[in-house]
């Protein structure tokens, strides 16, 4: 049976959820979320899909699961990849993805939210200024962790490279420059060299043209 | 062996590794962290507890982790406990401890930081009233999925109670009244009459009142 995925592609946290299944080998779908719309409010999303109203949801027969680190781990389950290669690398793998929910991802995906999905006059430009020095922060983590590492933890891709890269591909501003990271530069392109990847916007259907 | 845990009684995050230990049963100290004096900044910490300067950390043996979710994990993974009793619940435990960093005390954990611990004339006021504003959105998701609930995975105490009360046991303002959530307010107390239950400033070293 294959595995659906409802998700879209301005969601990273969606990505993260998309990325660990096209890397996995698994048979796997994306199902279009109409986010912008408001499917994730509507009754028959609460009702039928995720009463929180959340994305990604990963149905694969009797599990129906969200939060894009769970759909991770049921993908590491069932595959064998990207858990980390012993103990002491899977506590480092739940490590990272647990610093990106709180660090990075969080915050990239909610500045990239007001500075670019509200409308303009709407935008809270001290809530903005103050996410992107946290944002900062966090970029000055992550690049100082990858001198001399090809992946965040062990010898290759595992959750903790598939969760932090969740929002650092989008080309909306929210802070993030490339350029300024050379370590997070040369991780993202290893990354996407990898058979089977793709940019968010290929991989999941929708995105910010849809609505122009 | 004597499990250590880098902590300090402000912190939540702290707290949350701390219950976990407290309730398991396996033998462990905190050891103190002067956060608000800048030890986690210190080279001396940077270089022999935790290079980004986390709090907190644990140490047992040759495991030296550190992110409350993780240590909650190598509890549950030495003790048998808080894991949730099918894979089921198992993803279900991961997903609330996921939601929790994302959505609870990582806003709980930066809002009671900024209203109390900065100086009053440093207090941002819009990022205060927007992460004021997430966090009643997360109080609501807490408190309806409690309702009918005595825990909020299953039948017992999980790493899903022991990471979302984190921060609400605390007495300083950030917006969370009990009385305004009375299926919180009443696992709170359920959770609170646990045997070996102690309050965050008893349980740990440092509170408030020593920088009085």
Redesign the interface.
């Given at each position: 049976m294959t595995i659906k995925l409802y998700c879209f592609g301005e969601s990273g946290n969606s990505y993260k959820a998309a990325l660990a299944l096209q890397f996995s080998g698994l048979a796997w779908e994306p199902v279009y979320v109409d986010f912008f719309n408001g499917e994730t409010r509507a009754p028959e999303y609460r009702n039928n899909i995720n009463a929180?109203g959340e994305a990604p949801v990963m149905v694969d027969g009797?599990?129906h699961?969200?939060?894009?680190?769970?759909i991770q781990?049921?993908v590491t389950?069932k595959s064998g990849k990207f858990g980390g290669a012993s103990?002491?690398e899977r506590?480092e793998v739940?490590?990272w993805?647990?610093?990106d929910?709180?660090k990075l991802s969080?915050q990239a995906g909610m500045t990239r939210f007001l500075m670019n999905f509200l409308p303009e006059d709407k935008r809270?430009?001290?809530?903005i200024g103050?996410n992107l020095g946290r944002l900062k922060a966090a970029y000055h983590?992550l690049n100082a962790h990858l001198e001399g590492r090809d992946w965040i933890v062990g010898d290759g891709i595992t959750n903790a490279d598939l969760s932090c890269c969740g929002y650092l591909y989008y080309p909306e501003p929210f802070g993030f420059e490339r350029a300024e990271w050379p370590h997070i530069d040369a991780w993202l392109t290893r990354l996407s060299e990898q058979p089977g990847w793709k940019h968010p916007y290929d991989l999941m259907p929708g995105n910010p043209s849809d609505r122009a």
């Open positions: 929180l009797e599990f699961l969200s939060q894009s680190g769970v781990q049921y389950d103990d002491a506590y739940l490590r993805v647990l610093w929910n709180h969080s809270p430009a001290e809530v103050f983590v």
